[in-house]
């Protein structure tokens, strides 16, 4: 084989390899997913976060199964709405929650999954979390609950959640 057919076949491979992993980098960039459409920031995307908000609720997740209401709030705004599963709308403070906390005798929230997504443009976070929680409140009543939420913090701090609900079958 001459210089000139090695040189070729070098080059061929060389761009070959570089136009490979081009295409592998393009392929995992992604910029933005998903697209709000409606409310006050219709037509914003979605992107995942790369901030603390993952860390500071797996953080306040610890603190509600310890039933921890100030370290829970250590990340919370002075109040923070919940929409609950029945529609209403609550706000609900530090001290709620330790009122909450009084009448639970033991509390596991478990996460099966957890996705942090920016709108984009904003400092708003989302956390939608796939959860199982189960109660044995003090006057011996058990609730056993299957949830999606939506935790919202804004600049680093828990503004507001949104759930839904289904059974959760005993053996889960």
Known sequence: MNISKIIAVILVF?????????????QNEVTSGGVILSGEHSGNEFTIATGDELDIFMQMVDAFNQKDAAAIWEFSADSV?????EGN????TQADFEGMFSSI???SWEI???IPVQVTDTDIVKILADTREMMNYNDGTTTRVRL??????ENGQLTGVRQWSAALPEDM
């Open 14 to 26: 060389t761009f070959t390899v570089l136009g490979c992993q081009q295409q592998q980098t393009n």
């Open 81 to 85: 709405s919940i929409l609950g599963v």
């Open 89 to 92: 709308l609550n706000y609900v």
């Open 105 to 107: 005798d033991s509390l």
């Open 112 to 114: 099966d999954a957890a």
């Open 148 to 153: 999606m939420e939506e935790f919202t913090f």
